[in-house]
């Protein structure tokens, strides 16, 4: 029997790995151990839910991540050079959190700058590689002890999986990793470890992996989106009536769904959802409409707080994740999490976001999408406002397919929204240009390719 273990370290997985079709595959196919380590607190959910015979799951090690880490840490990112990059720097220095402390900022901002600038170099990128690599490390040697892997898969290639890489590649252990999201390559990671084999969703994903990640594309596979394929295949989708009713909507309003995107906006968009309100109760909106309010995942609404939002703006809200745990990280998707965000993007009349994947789900279903690009009624210099996002290289690669309304202030918010309700068909070959960029395949067969780039990565062994 052949082992593939994975670290679980991001509570994105199960949605875009456990309940796909890829999971399925490479526990069916036979001959196959599937190791998973999971965070201790969220063990007895895992075992629940995902226990099988040709599935093992244990505990992720606790690691002290250290000075050493830490540092190459920040020299990686901060080496990625991107605009997404700069910005973040300059952000960080700049933020209203950061002022009171601006002149101890300098020293690590300046640190930041100069590795951003030699980032531009191969040479330098392989010299942080060569320096990590000569670190000796053994934090998952117990583990690797235990289990002798096959393969190694890395489903983020973020977290500590950089050092799990290491240890497998020092075992001759066969190695994966897959990108996590659309925006990594541009902030977060220049893979500090190369894996074998790399995943990626999207052909336009990969050609960042050759560029900023000097990453061979002979070794990548292009496998689309996993977690879009319920989405391409419309799975769980219910009435709009039954739907709604659950929420305590009517089905008779069209509906305005407002996507939270991240910390980094969440002030501004407390903004933008007072200020749609007000419009609503002027009557600047046309026709009868209702407000759903999406908190993203990661940031969940507390359960005391929905009714408040709910006495506040006369808005519909709800959870939008599994909590199976307290605490922050506590979070993590299910079927009824995954159905809530289907129903919600299916039954959308129009989508409004900041800057998350709300924009690619949204055009999948071809809703009308508006992208908020101004700070509501309390304006924010650069680097505090919102502004500033649709200048990140993802996003901003976006602007040229024509497929969202870009709003930069409030009257054009609100003609955008009453355009959109009424025409719901513009801008429908810009959607379709963002679905064959961020999504490329759309037949709903991605966790299919994604269970075959794995089975062939442990074929090579």
């Known amino acids: 029997m052949k082992t593939i273990l994975v670290p679980v370290y991001s509570n994105f997985f199960a949605r875009n790995f456990l309940y796909t079709r890829a999971r399925e595959i490479i526990t069916g196919h036979g001959g196959i151990r599937l190791v998973l380590l999971v965070p201790s607190a969220k063990l007895q959910y895992?075992?629940?839910?995902?226990?099988?015979?040709?599935?093992?799951?244990?505990?992720?090690?606790?690691?002290?991540?250290?000075?050493?880490?830490?540092?190459?840490?920040?020299?990686?990112?901060?080496?990625?050079?991107?605009?997404?990059?700069?910005?973040?720097?300059?952000?960080?220095?700049?933020?209203h959190a950061s002022w009171p402390r601006f002149l101890s900022h300098?020293?690590?901002?300046?640190?930041?700058?100069?590795?951003?600038?030699?980032?531009?170099y191969g040479w330098w990128r392989r010299a942080i590689r060569r320096a990590y690599a000569s670190l000796p490390s053994a934090t998952f040697a117990p583990i690797l002890?235990?289990?002798?892997?096959?393969?190694?898969?890395?489903?983020?290639?973020?977290?500590?999986?950089?050092?799990?890489?290491?240890?497998?590649?020092?075992?001759?252990?066969?190695?994966?990793?897959?990108?996590?999201?659309?925006?990594?390559?541009?902030?977060?990671?220049?893979?500090?470890?190369?894996?074998d084999h790399l995943i990626v969703q999207t052909d336009h994903i990969r050609a960042q992996a050759q560029r900023l990640a000097d990453?061979?594309?002979?070794?990548?596979?292009?496998?689309?989106?996993?977690?879009?394929?319920?989405?391409?295949?419309?799975?769980?989708?219910?009435?709009?009536?039954?739907?709604?009713?659950?929420l305590g909507g009517d089905p008779r309003k069209k509906l305005i769904v407002y996507a939270f995107s991240g910390k980094p906006g969440f002030e501004i968009e407390w903004d933008i959802v007072g200020l749609l309100a007000d419009a609503i109760r002027r009557g600047k909106v046309d026709g009868e409409v209702q407000v759903l309010l999406r908190p993203y995942p990661r940031y969940d609404f507390p359960v005391h707080k929905l009714e408040a939002i709910r006495g506040r703006y006369g808005f519909l809200v709800s959870q939008s994740a599994a909590h199976p745990e307290s605490g922050p990280a506590g979070w993590d998707f299910d079927p009824d999490a995954m159905a809530l965000a289907a129903n919600t993007l299916a039954h959308a009349d129009a989508i409004v976001n900041v800057f998350s994947t709300f924009f690619i789900e949204g055009a999948i279903f071809d809703k009308p999408l508006i992208g908020v690009a101004f700070d509501g009624a309390s304006p924010r210099s650069y680097w505090n406002s919102a502004v500033r996002f649709f200048?990140?290289?993802?996003?901003?690669?976006?602007?040229?397919?024509?497929?969202?309304?870009?709003?930069?202030?409030?009257?054009?918010?609100?003609?955008a929204l009453n355009a959109s309700l009424r025409s719901p068909g513009q801008?429908?070959?810009?959607?379709?240009?963002?679905?064959?960029?961020?999504?490329?395949?759309?037949d709903g067969r991605s966790g299919e390719r994604l269970a075959a780039a794995l089975l062939a990565a442990l074929e090579s062994v």
């Open 106 to 120: 300098l020293p690590r901002f300046a640190f930041c700058r100069i590795c951003w600038r030699l980032g531009k």
């Open 46 to 95: 895992y075992q629940k839910e995902f226990s099988a015979p040709a599935v093992v799951i244990d505990v992720l090690p606790g690691l002290e991540r250290g000075r050493v880490e830490d540092f190459f840490s920040l020299v990686e990112t901060s080496s990625i050079h991107t605009v997404t990059a700069r910005m973040i720097h300059f952000w960080r220095l700049m933020r």
């Open 145 to 195: 002890e235990k289990y002798r892997p096959d393969l190694v898969f890395c489903p983020t290639m973020l977290y500590d999986e950089p050092r799990l890489l290491k240890e497998a590649g020092l075992r001759r252990i066969r190695t994966a990793g897959m990108i996590l999201s659309w925006d990594n390559l541009y902030s977060k990671t220049f893979l500090r470890v190369l894996p």
């Open 215 to 246: 990453y061979p594309a002979r070794r990548v596979s292009v496998v689309g989106v996993p977690q879009y394929d319920r989405h391409f295949n419309r799975d769980g989708i219910e009435p709009r009536e039954s739907f709604l009713k659950k």
């Open 427 to 442: 801008l429908r070959e810009g959607r379709q240009r963002i679905v064959a960029q961020q999504c490329q395949f759309t």
């Open 391 to 415: 200048d990140w290289d993802h996003l901003r690669e976006l602007k040229p397919l024509e497929g969202i309304r870009i709003v930069k202030s409030e009257g054009e918010f609100i003609k």
